[in-house]
């Protein structure tokens, strides 16, 4: 068995898994929501963890709590999972309030970000666990392991011990034992932390293909951006205890709502000006970056609004040549640092009054773009790449 693919063999050696297929789980659009935060807010003395938060996660979707360290996130799932009792509002499933409801008696299993699992007990034991503890006939825990086993792609290894496993077996062994119970919501607290940059990027595809597969609602807890943008429809971002934005990967990252949540999902350039005119669809910025910075913006701004224009790297095309004298989105510098990333670098430019900007390349060829440190270039991008920001 392959350690480089954690779900186990080379395609061509894998076996059909041995438990049927489940329907597939109902578009998001038209789902219902499964579980509601209602206004739960959770303090441990004076200090408060999570505050005000109202959230509703859809039945079959893939939902993810993004956020730095001590937002306020595991603590969130904690309380869905019985582990935590709010301080104020209600965590409902199905329509039911189930905030008193002991964890074991909760239709909800967790997956712990250490695995967590009994190094006295084989594989198959581990999996069977809380089966066990539910008392049900061994004939059909054995026929539950079985098809796990089956799903994770671990046949034959049920009587191996946690240690005998490489680590992107475990992980599967604990993501088994957390199915096994057949929960209506299955929680990831940072579920690929512990497995090096290759497995991640691996086992996210595959933790995507087995919720669509089981129609399981998966709520992950995760500090990663690039992680929550890759495995879930939706994400929710918090910071200091508040959701401070909802939505699908790409309008988060796309549209953020404030510059905490621009400068925390994925990298970039944050231009602070304020606005000469506004119209239909269009904005004109006097930047403190120097030049005129017009940005395809909805909504009408007044005169001297003070605002930020959030720019990704990405969107920043360089030239080595000067633009007509008076264009606007043309930025002028010298190039200060290059860092290679392999399929693309990223230039860090100090422009002429001293701000610092950064602009990503991909690289089409494997000779290098032709601009070196010193060189001065231009920083050239269209209306629609910018983001104007009012807080």
Same mark, same amino acid.
């Given at each position: 068995?392959?350690?480089?693919?954690?779900?186990?063999?080379?395609?061509?050696? =894998?076996?059909?898994?041995?438990?049927?297929?489940? *329907?597939?789980?109902?578009?998001?659009?038209?789902?219902?929501?499964?579980? @509601?935060?209602?206004?739960? $807010?959770?303090?441990?003395? &004076?200090?408060?963890?999570?505050?005000?938060?109202?959230?509703?996660?859809?039945?079959?979707?893939?939902?993810?709590?993004? %956020?730095?360290?001590?937002?306020?996130?595991?603590?969130?799932? =904690?309380? /869905?999972?019985?582990?935590?009792?709010?301080?104020?509002?209600?965590?409902?499933?199905?329509?039911?309030?189930?905030?008193?409801?002991?964890?074991? @008696?909760?239709?909800?299993?967790?997956?712990?970000? $250490?695995?967590?699992?009994?190094?006295?007990?084989?594989?198959?034991?581990?999996?069977?666990?809380?089966?066990?503890?539910?008392?049900?006939?061994?004939?059909?825990?054995?026929?539950?392991?079985?098809?796990?086993?089956?799903?994770?792609?671990?046949?034959?290894?049920?009587?191996?011990?946690?240690? @005998? /496993?490489?680590?992107?077996?475990?992980?599967?062994?604990?993501?088994?034992?957390?199915? #096994?119970?057949? *929960?209506?919501?299955?929680?990831?607290?940072?579920?690929?932390? +512990?497995?090096?940059?290759?497995?991640?990027?691996?086992?996210?595809?595959?933790?995507?293909?087995?919720?669509?597969?089981?129609?399981?609602?998966?709520?992950?807890?995760?500090?990663?951006?690039?992680?929550?943008?890759?495995?879930?429809?939706?994400?929710?971002?918090?910071?200091?205890?508040?959701?401070?934005?909802?939505?699908?990967? &790409?309008?988060?990252?796309?549209?953020?709502?404030?510059?905490?949540?621009?400068?925390? !999902?994925?990298?970039?350039?944050?231009?602070?000006?304020?606005?000469?005119?506004? %119209?239909?669809?269009?904005?004109?910025?006097? $930047?403190?970056?120097? &030049?005129? !910075?017009?940005?395809?913006?909805?909504?009408?701004?007044?005169? %001297?609004?003070?605002?930020?224009?959030?720019?990704?790297?990405?969107?920043?095309? /360089?030239?080595?040549?000067?633009?007509?004298? %008076? +264009?606007?989105?043309?930025?002028?510098? =010298?190039?200060?640092?290059?860092?290679?990333?392999?399929?693309?670098? !990223?230039?860090?430019?100090?422009?002429?009054?001293?701000?610092?900007?950064?602009?990503?390349?991909?690289?089409?060829?494997?000779?290098?773009? &032709?601009? +070196? !440190?010193?060189?001065?270039?231009?920083?050239?991008?269209? #209306?629609?790449?910018?983001?104007?920001?009012?807080?």
């Amino acid at each position: 068995m392959s350690d480089d693919n954690p779900f186990g063999r080379d395609a061509a050696d =894998r076996q059909p898994a041995a438990a049927p297929a489940p *329907p597939p789980p109902q578009p998001a659009s038209a789902a219902r929501p499964l579980v @509601q935060f209602d206004t739960v $807010s959770k303090r441990f003395g &004076g200090f408060v963890a999570v505050d005000s938060v109202l959230l509703d996660i859809r039945e079959g979707e893939f939902f993810a709590l993004l %956020g730095p360290s001590g937002c306020g996130k595991t603590t969130l799932l =904690r309380m /869905l999972a019985g582990f935590e009792r709010p301080s104020e509002g209600r965590v409902l499933l199905d329509g039911e309030d189930i905030s008193g409801v002991p964890p074991h @008696q909760r239709p909800v299993n967790m997956m712990f970000q $250490s695995y967590a699992l009994f190094p006295h007990l084989s594989v198959a034991g581990n999996i069977a666990f809380g089966l066990k503890q539910d008392a049900m006939p061994s004939a059909e825990i054995a026929t539950r392991v079985n098809e796990m086993l089956a799903l994770v792609r671990l046949e034959g290894l049920g009587e191996r011990r946690p240690h @005998q /496993l490489s680590g992107g077996q475990r992980q599967r062994v604990a993501l088994a034992r957390a199915l #096994a119970k057949r *929960p209506k919501v299955l929680l990831l607290d940072e579920p690929l932390s +512990a497995l090096d940059r290759k497995l991640r990027e691996e086992t996210r595809f595959e933790l995507m293909a087995l919720q669509k597969r089981l129609g399981l609602t998966f709520v992950v807890v995760t500090h990663d951006q690039e992680e929550a943008m890759a495995l879930a429809g939706r994400i929710g971002v918090m910071n200091s205890g508040r959701l401070v934005q909802v939505g699908p990967p &790409g309008e988060v990252y796309e549209q953020p709502n404030s510059r905490w949540v621009a400068g925390f !999902i994925g990298d970039v350039n944050l231009l602070e000006g304020r606005v000469t005119s506004s %119209g239909i669809g269009h904005a004109m910025i006097e $930047s403190v970056a120097g &030049g005129r !910075i017009g940005v395809a913006h909805k909504a009408d701004l007044a005169p %001297g609004t003070h605002v930020w224009v959030a720019l990704r790297p990405e969107k920043i095309e /360089l030239d080595g040549k000067a633009p007509i004298a %008076g +264009a606007e989105n043309s930025l002028e510098g =010298r190039v200060s640092e290059i860092g290679y990333l392999g399929g693309t670098s !990223i230039y860090k430019i100090r422009l002429d009054n001293g701000v610092d900007m950064k602009a990503a390349v991909v690289n089409r060829e494997r000779k290098a773009a &032709g601009v +070196a !440190i010193g060189d001065r270039v231009w920083l050239n991008f269209k #209306a629609e790449a910018g983001v104007v920001l009012t807080r």
